[in-house]
């Protein structure tokens, strides 16, 4: 707080010193849109995919202005549907003021204030914007989409520190908390249905990330975790009582790229808690969610890229096989149900700078990735199953 | 061919290429910016837009030409030492996340001279030597 009165007036300042050219001289707005066609063999994934979906769309514009040097307001508006998950309704995806207290050649530090993007991963912050990720779908069983609320941003507070060394590299901390945005999907995620209730945030959600990047950013390591409490407010005819499902989610992230190759590869673990629920659907249990994945992509051309990816995601790391889990249901939710194993491979083609195209193929063993709301009788899914799907994206 | 023939050729392949790295991308500042050579890493930390004022307190401002641009992969790779789809997804997070801004892209070389130019701040890069009152060439080490 000392150190924000100091610097506060000296913005002030600044501001003077900034303001010869126009003020919205510096408004820069971007945009991406996105449609998407997806088939698969079985099972519904982005809409009603066996008979082939368009249900996948991504439309997002934001703007950023400069009060000065030093202080960064910047906004996005997203609207993405997603099969059952999503139908398009317009949100803010991001709105903040990002004040910087000291920025030099040699460390940079600051504060976030508003809607946040979380930054777990090497992908979450820009999950939803089609040409930041290497594939159509990013790894479902670190980057679920079936429950991406949970994981997307925070309304809260983030203090952020980069120490930059000539030749050893920069290493970036960020740490803050606020309340995480939830939506009724992950109530059909964490409890398998909405349960005529409502799942809500209970109290301050925490947020670390750890990065480390060479000098000539061939080689990124870090860590990032979320810890995340919900209560369920129970409605009149649901069959729960108000318990709570606790999660702390981390993630182990590497990256190396080259002129023509770039690998990735993140393990993520995830252990929750489930109690006071009072009722057979949702017993007091602790389980361990583990995945990961391996990725390359090889660059053709410079606007060509092959990707090929091979992931695994465990609902319980001890009942890998999902046998334990599905005799507890009495045999109605099949062990599947709680694993995914999923190869991809794909092609992306960036036409120029607007324009990008992409094919992907994807062999899937599992069904863990699905969303329940959109796969609700859980005696219905296949187990193996393919999925193919195209995406066009234009960006400004 | 003769030996002498041989000669010849070797001889103007190596000119040739003695040529390719003396005409090494610049790096251009607008006069009101500070003096001093700047390390790989300050330049590196402009155009990545996380520096974000010079040592005299003005905003940095960058200038780029596009991704596919002959002299930008040159001086991308050169000069910085990054790959242009480094940079590009750098840019990138920053933009879509709202935790940083995009160079301001320019298509000609004159563009890049007259626009860094006329803004006090300003930084970009060059083929090869720019001939301006408000320009100078910033030597990276």
Redesign the interface.
């Known amino acids: 707080m000392h150190r924000l009165a100091i610097t506060l007036p000296l913005i002030l300042c600044?501001l003077n010193?900034?303001s010869e050219e126009s003020f919205w001289d510096n408004l820069?707005v971007?945009g991406?849109a996105s449609q998407a066609v997806i088939k698969t063999s079985d099972n519904r994934f982005f809409g009603d995919s066996p008979d082939t979906s368009f249900d996948f769309t991504e439309i997002?514009i934001?703007a950023?202005l400069?009060v000065?040097?030093?202080i960064?307001l910047?906004?996005?508006l997203l609207a993405r549907r997603a099969g059952d998950m999503y139908d398009g309704t317009p949100t803010l995806d991001?709105?903040?003021a990002?004040m910087?207290f000291a920025?030099?050649?040699e460390q940079?530090w600051g504060v976030?204030l508003g809607r946040?993007?979380n930054?777990l991963g090497i992908y979450n912050?820009?999950r939803d914007?089609p040409?930041?990720r290497p594939g159509i779908f990013l790894p479902q069983v670190i980057y679920y989409d079936k429950v991406r609320n949970l994981m997307l941003s925070t309304d809260g507070l983030m203090f952020y520190g980069?120490s930059?060394?000539?030749d050893r590299g920069t290493l970036s901390l960020t740490l803050g908390g606020g309340q995480s945005v939830i939506d009724d999907n992950v109530a059909w995620a964490f409890l398998g249905n909405d349960f005529g209730g409502e799942l809500e945030p209970d109290g301050v959600a925490g947020l670390f990330r750890f990065w480390y990047t060479t000098?000539?950013?061939r080689l990124q390591l870090g860590v990032s975790g979320a810890l995340v409490s919900m209560q369920f407010e129970p409605g009149q005819y649901s069959p729960l009582s108000a318990g709570t499902t606790d999660l702390f989610f981390w993630i182990v992230s590497f990256q190396y790229?080259a002129?023509d190759w770039t690998l990735t590869a993140e393990y993520a673990g995830e252990p929750i808690k489930w109690r006071d629920y009072q009722s057979p659907f949702s017993p007091d249990r602790d389980v361990t969610a583990e995945s990961y994945y391996l990725q390359g992509a090889y660059?053709l051309r410079?606007?060509l890229q092959l990707l090929l990816r091979y992931e695994e995601g465990y609902a319980d790391r001890n009942d890998r096989d999902g046998v334990q889990s599905s005799a507890m249901t009495g045999g109605a939710i099949p062990p599947f149900n709680s694993f995914s194993k999923i190869w991809t491979a794909g092609l992306r083609w960036d036409i120029d700078?607007h324009w990008m195209v992409r094919a992907e193929y994807q062999r899937h063993q599992g069904t863990f990735i699905l969303s329940s709301k959109e796969n609700p009788d859980p005696g219905q899914p296949q187990a193996d199953w393919n999925l193919w799907a195209v995406q066009a994206v234009f960006r400004f | 061919m003769n030996r002498r023939h041989w000669t010849l050729l070797f001889a103007s392949l190596a000119l040739m290429f003695w040529s390719l790295t003396l005409t090494a991308q610049e790096l251009i500042v607008n006069r009101a910016t500070p003096h001093q050579p700047?390390?790989?890493?300050?330049a590196?930390?402009c155009f990545t837009m996380?520096?974000?004022?010079w040592e005299n307190?003005?905003?940095?401002k960058v200038f780029v030409f596009?991704?596919?641009h002959p002299t930008h992969?040159q001086f991308t790779k050169s000069v910085l030492?990054?790959?242009?789809?480094?940079l590009r997804?750098?840019w990138?997070?920053q933009?879509?996340?709202?935790?940083?801004?995009?160079p301001v892209i320019v298509a000609t070389e004159q563009e890049m001279i007259e626009q860094v130019a006329a803004t006090p701040g300003g930084i970009g890069y060059v083929e090869s030597g720019a001939n301006h009152p408000q320009i100078r060439i910033l030597e990276v080490r």
């Open positions: 600044s010193a900034y820069q971007h991406f997002g934001n950023s400069p000065n040097p030093q960064l910047a906004g996005q991001y709105g903040l990002d910087t920025s030099s050649a940079r976030r946040i993007k930054s912050e820009t914007v040409f930041t980069e930059y060394h000539d000098p000539e950013e790229g002129e660059r410079p606007d700078q | 700047i390390s790989r890493n300050s590196r930390l996380r520096l974000l004022s307190r003005l905003p940095v596009p991704d596919n992969r030492g990054l790959f242009p789809y480094q997804q750098v990138d997070r933009i879509f996340s709202g935790t940083g801004r995009a």
